[in-house]
């Protein structure tokens, strides 16, 4: 076992083990998503549930049916904690792991979570959503450093044009970042722009550990 896995495996917490409890989430699931975990979080992956079984044989002796592993992912995409992209098929699939804070948004990530409701459920044109009262606005001299900051990091964002990128402080870009190159860069992640923003609204870099 790579010491990257280890770090991964060690993530696993008491909210996880309380978040199964609550959301009833079977064994067989629980140990999916722990596998998931290892493979990478936030971003996207295209596991093979025929790997995941040849895991499980090494850890419990003994593989799961079909079926069984079938259910298993159906619980872990009803409970959200991975979002389905495509399936390839019933043991293929292309997925995002959320990391616990997306299932568990904090208190001052409310009124965030509620506006990016709204917009999934009523899509508008970026420029009436970031002019809306409802996002905070940093100044001039932010703006232009929240800009040097994503193009030296090869992700760029129109100058001109009103972007949710501007809604956050400058350190929380930093930290994303941080987290966007930890996650594999511009290698893995093929969307860096909603990525960062999605980063930044349920800071991943939370739960893998990222600080300044």
């Known amino acids: 076992m790579t010491e990257k896995t280890k770090n991964r495996l060690s993530s696993w917490s008491q909210k996880h083990e309380a978040f199964c409890l609550e959301n009833q989430i079977p064994p067989a699931a629980k140990l999916l998503w722990q596998w998931l975990i ?3 979080i936030g971003e996207e992956t295209e596991p093979d549930l025929a ?5 499980v044989k090494k850890h419990r002796g003994k593989g799961y049916c079909r079926l069984t592993l079938k259910n298993a992912l159906a619980k872990l995409v009803e409970c959200r904690v991975i979002t389905l992209i495509k399936q390839y098929t019933w043991r293929i699939v292309k997925i995002v792991t959320r990391p616990l804070d997306w299932l568990l ?3 001052n990530l409310q009124k965030q979570n509620e506006i990016y409701a709204s917009q999934t459920s009523n899509p508008q044109s970026i420029e009436n959503e970031v002019n809306s009262s409802s996002y905070p606005h940093n100044d001039a001299g932010d703006k232009e450093e929240i800009l040097e ?8 964002y129109p100058p001109n044009k009103p972007a949710r ?3 956050y ?16 860069g511009h290698e893995k992640i093929r969307n860096p ?6 980063c930044l609204q349920w800071r991943y870099w939370e739960e893998i550990g ?3």
């Open 105 to 107: 948004p904090k208190k």
């Open 149 to 156: 900051i994503c193009n030296e990091a090869g992700i760029n």
């Open 51 to 55: 790997e995941f079984n040849d895991w």
């Open 38 to 40: 290892i493979q990478g």
């Open 210 to 212: 990222v600080a300044l």
């Open 165 to 167: 990128i501007f809604t």
């Open 169 to 184: 402080s400058v350190e929380e870009i930093k930290l994303a970042i941080a987290s966007f190159f930890i996650r594999g």
């Open 193 to 198: 722009q909603g990525w960062l923003i999605d």
